[in-house]
């Protein structure tokens, strides 16, 4: 007997209240407004508050998704949080959330310490997971904190991140499958996004640091090829697709990744605007407000996630005929 | 290829990046600045090395960017060089 395909079936987000605007980074350090605006493409992001961690913006986030569906929390079996600022080094943020969420405490959680590339890694694991354990009601939780560990007045992350959470309920009912998966990981270049001294090795200050041509280098290197890839092994071209969301890294990289990856016109989906770069977030946020919202589903929608580690990761959604 | 196709090739992957390039006086090219001249921020700079350093098989480092390839004609004059 094979498995029950297990995939999305709704999204929710949860967004701190607190929004950082372009005029107070202006005025505070100097920015130059027209680069927020214009090649960030970015006029506010989120900042969650001093007492605001993850594992809470990842339950609201989860209440929302289990409220909008009409689920209860018992019947939730399978847990994943994906994040990277986690409110402890242990315990692991999806026990705070199971706790939070009242999940009972049959469930299986677990946390993906994976960064922009955390999404879609998360759905391949999320989804494999619950198909080799029969389970048919699941919730991937994408929650980032990055500003918690900014330097303000840095120009190459300040501006960038946003702080948010997405659930991505994941059932037997599916409205999108995901196709096959392809995989990436180059710890030789994991100095160009750190945070020196966040974990147990004291190295640095804890801030992240980026180095910004290592990772648009990276980007432009890795990911066409891994989009090519993952195109062929689902049957597909550029060309026969009916979206592409990449993560959202800035309306800058954005555009020249599309026009590297050969998007064609209008279908290239862009959701950074008032929210900023997400991290892992990014996509579903993507998906839920300029997807998910679409009178017509779209067909097949290509993801695909790069950053932290360095890690990337791509696949293709797939509309199934459920309501 | 010669320093003038190196500038020619140059000009054209430095207009990809930053549109505002294109306006700039073509003689006065040599001594352009990236930045401050040709209007290059931090994100042309970024993507206009990333093709540099691709159409042309040629690894710049941070150190040289920081010193005489910040400015067209020496970029030119050391891409050329590069090429051997």
Not at chain 1, 142 to 162: N, Q, V, W
Not at chain 1, 184 to 210: P, Q, Y
Not at chain 1, 271 to 294: C, H, K, Q, Y
Not at chain 1, 306 to 312: A, H, N, P, Y
Request: hydrophobic residues 45%; glycine residues 8%; aromatic residues 6%.
């Amino acid at each position: 007997m094979s498995p029950t395909k297990i995939g999305i079936r709704a999204i929710a987000a949860y967004l701190p209240q607190a929004n950082l605007e372009n005029h107070e980074l202006v005025a505070q350090h100097g920015f130059d407004p027209d680069f927020l605006d214009q090649k960030l493409g970015i006029r506010s992001r989120h900042r969650a508050a001093a007492d605001e961690h993850v594992s809470h913006m990842a339950a609201a986030a989860g209440r929302a998704v289990l409220e909008q569906s009409g689920l209860d929390p018992a019947e939730v079996q399978f847990l994943a949080v994906v994040t990277q600022t986690p409110d402890y080094c242990l315990p692991q943020v999806s026990a705070l959330v199971q706790h939070a969420l009242g999940l009972p405490t049959s469930v299986a959680a677990l946390d993906i310490g994976l960064g922009c590339s955390g999404f879609v890694y998360g759905l391949a694991t999320a989804t494999a997971f619950m198909q080799t354990h029969g389970l048919t009601c699941g919730l991937l939780i994408t929650t980032e904190a990055y500003g918690k560990i900014i330097d303000p007045a840095d120009r190459s992350t300040a501006p960038l991140f946003g702080d948010g959470a997405c659930a991505t309920l994941l059932t037997d009912s599916p409205i999108f499958v995901a196709g096959r998966f392809v995989f990436g990981t180059d710890g030789s270049r994991s100095d160009a996004l750190i945070a020196r001294g966040s974990g147990t090795r004291k190295d640095g200050d804890g801030l992240l640091f980026m180095d910004g041509r290592s990772i648009f280098n990276f980007m432009m290197q890795e990911i066409p090829p891994s989009v090519a890839r993952c195109l062929a092994a689902n049957e597909l071209t550029m060309d026969n697709v009916s979206l592409c969301v990449p993560h959202q890294a800035s309306s800058y990289m954005l555009e020249m990744l599309a026009r590297r990856l050969g998007v064609p016109e209008g279908r290239l989906v862009v959701d950074i605007e008032d929210v900023g770069n997400t991290v892992s977030s990014s996509i579903p946020m993507a998906l839920m407000r300029r997807v998910l919202p679409l009178a017509s589903r779209p067909a097949s929608v290509v993801i695909t996630g790069f950053g932290v580690g360095l890690s990337w990761c791509s696949t293709i959604l797939f509309a199934t005929e459920n309501t | 290829m010669t320093r003038s196709e190196v500038s020619e090739k140059l000009f054209a992957i430095l207009c990809e990046s930053c549109r505002k390039a294109k306006d700039y006086p073509q003689e006065q090219l040599e001594t352009a600045v990236l930045t401050k001249d040709l209007g290059m921020d931090s994100l042309d700079l970024i993507s206009a090395l990333f093709r540099i350093e691709e159409e042309f098989g040629v690894n710049i480092p941070e150190e040289d960017l920081k010193g005489h390839a910040s400015v067209f004609g020496p970029l030119a004059t050391y891409i050329t060089g590069k090429l051997g």
